[in-house]
């Protein structure tokens, strides 16, 4: 009778734990879906979107003045958004307001406006990114250009070409010329 009292116990126990890490659980994989929570990631995200801005433009990288204002009055616009729904996320002043608030979908704007936010920071950093990679093109390029100037000036002819009235003299046996043989010319 006593080992049947003690597995009892034992089960009630366990079943109490379970009970208390599943609700606990649930309570903080719940906060993270709050409103504030959200917030905290809108302002965290907002913040890195306008640094970026900020440095794209110092760098000079968006040059298009008509896309600049775009990104600077889409940011604007989420930036209203924002401080609205945060006015609302501060009229809930307790836990059970915030869950109320969160059920009747403030956490659902929060969490668009989220992704709204990473969208317009992904598109400045591909926009910057692309005008990055087109600089390096433009750069590689022009290196390409004075490189080839150096080796071949428009005055001189070229080294792969001989001279008029030159005879090719090979450095090595005929049998083993190919296209990447060192030629010497001799007039």
């Not at 250009?145 to 030159?166: C, Y």
Request: hydrophobic residues 40%; negative net charge; charged residues 20%.
């Amino acid at each position: 009778m006593a080992d049947n009292a003690t597995s009892n116990n034992f089960n009630l126990f366990i079943g109490a734990l379970s009970l208390v890490t599943a609700i606990s659980s649930t309570v903080l994989c719940c906060r993270a879906f709050l409103p504030r929570a959200q917030m905290r990631l809108f302002v965290e995200i907002m913040g890195e979107t306008k640094a970026m801005l900020l440095e794209a433009d110092q760098k000079g990288l968006i040059q298009n003045e008509s896309i600049r204002q775009g990104f600077t009055i889409k940011i604007e616009q989420l930036e209203e958004l924002g401080t609205d729904l945060h006015e609302e996320i501060c009229e809930a002043r307790t836990q059970f307001e915030e869950h109320i608030a969160a059920l009747k979908g403030l956490s659902r704007a929060v969490i668009q406006l989220v992704g709204r936010a990473r969208y317009l920071r992904s598109w400045i950093a591909t926009h910057t990114a692309q005008e990055k990679h087109r600089r390096q093109a433009e750069r590689e390029l022009a290196a390409d250009q004075n490189r080839a100037n150096l080796f071949h000036p428009a005055d001189q002819q070229s080294v792969d070409t001989p001279p008029p009235g030159a005879y090719i003299v090979s450095c090595l046996p005929p049998h083993s010329l190919s296209s990447n043989s060192t030629y010497r010319y001799d007039r």
